[in-house]
Structures are given as structure tokens and as C-alpha cells.
């Protein structure tokens, strides 16, 4: 499985972004694909995920009511829209694909392939 993350950058606090994962197809043969984001000197933290089988998506408190994954199987992407951001989402983001049915909550070690990353900060 190859991933591709992308759609990063700077923005102000409570503005908006819109974060792709490109999937290769095999992607979608997997249990879900999600969202984790890592801050300097933090653990990596999950943050959404969406089932390859339904589009069922989950989303950590924190980000609830501001963040909405989708998916669009043509295209082989999911995305991350994230609203009213604030400066504790500041983090690179990467996209992963999960083979386990246990896929939530999500722990970085039920998550097998990796995009790379993409850089977001948000500004006071």
C-alpha cells in the first residue's frame, strides 16, 4: 500500500484546511484508512479514521464537531477538513491504512503503511 498525504500549511487560529491521502488501490481491500498527527515531543495521536467497508468515520474528542474525513473511492483519496482550527493542531499529519479489525480507538501499532507526513500550524 502506498499513501500520499498532502494539503498542509499555515493558517490562523479558527481557519480551515483541507488534508488529502492519496491510497493506492489495494488500500481499500484493508479495514480502515485514518489520521494521525504528531507534535514535537508528543506521542503520535490518532485523530480520525474511516472504514473502507461502510465510510463509517470516528474522531477523537478533541477534534469532534471541527474536523469531517471523507473518502471518495474514485479518486482513491481521503480527506481531513479541518475547522476552527486552534494552535494544539499544529502537528504533521500522516494518512495510514489499518489490516486490523480492531482499528479503533486508534493505536499507531494497528496501523501497518504510512504516507509521510504533512506540516500543519496554526497561528495565535
Known amino acids: 500500500v502506498q499513501l500520499q498525504a498532502s494539503g498542509g500549511g499555515l493558517v490562523q487560529t479558527g481557519g480551515s484546511l483541507r488534508l488529502s491521502c492519496a491510497a493506492s488501490g489495494s488500500a481499500w481491500d484493508l479495514y480502515a484508512i485514518a489520521w494521525f498527527r504528531q507534535a514535537p515531543g508528543k506521542e503520535r495521536e490518532g485523530v480520525s479514521c474511516?472504514?473502507?467497508?461502510?465510510?463509517?468515520?470516528s474522531y477523537i474528542d478533541s477534534v469532534k464537531g471541527r474536523f469531517t474525513i471523507s473518502r471518495d473511492i474514485a479518486k482513491n483519496t481521503v480527506y481531513l477538513q479541518m475547522s476552527s482550527l486552534r494552535p494544539e493542531d499544529t502537528a504533521v499529519y500522516y494518512c495510514?491504512?489499518?489490516?486490523?479489525?480492531?482499528?479503533?480507538?486508534?493505536?499507531?501499532?494497528?496501523?501497518?503503511?504510512w504516507g509521510q507526513g504533512t506540516q500543519v500550524t496554526v497561528s495565535s
Open positions: 474511516i472504514s473502507t467497508y461502510d465510510g463509517r468515520a
Open positions: 495510514a491504512t489499518s489490516p486490523y479489525s480492531d482499528y479503533w480507538p486508534p493505536h499507531h501499532s494497528r496501523y501497518t503503511d
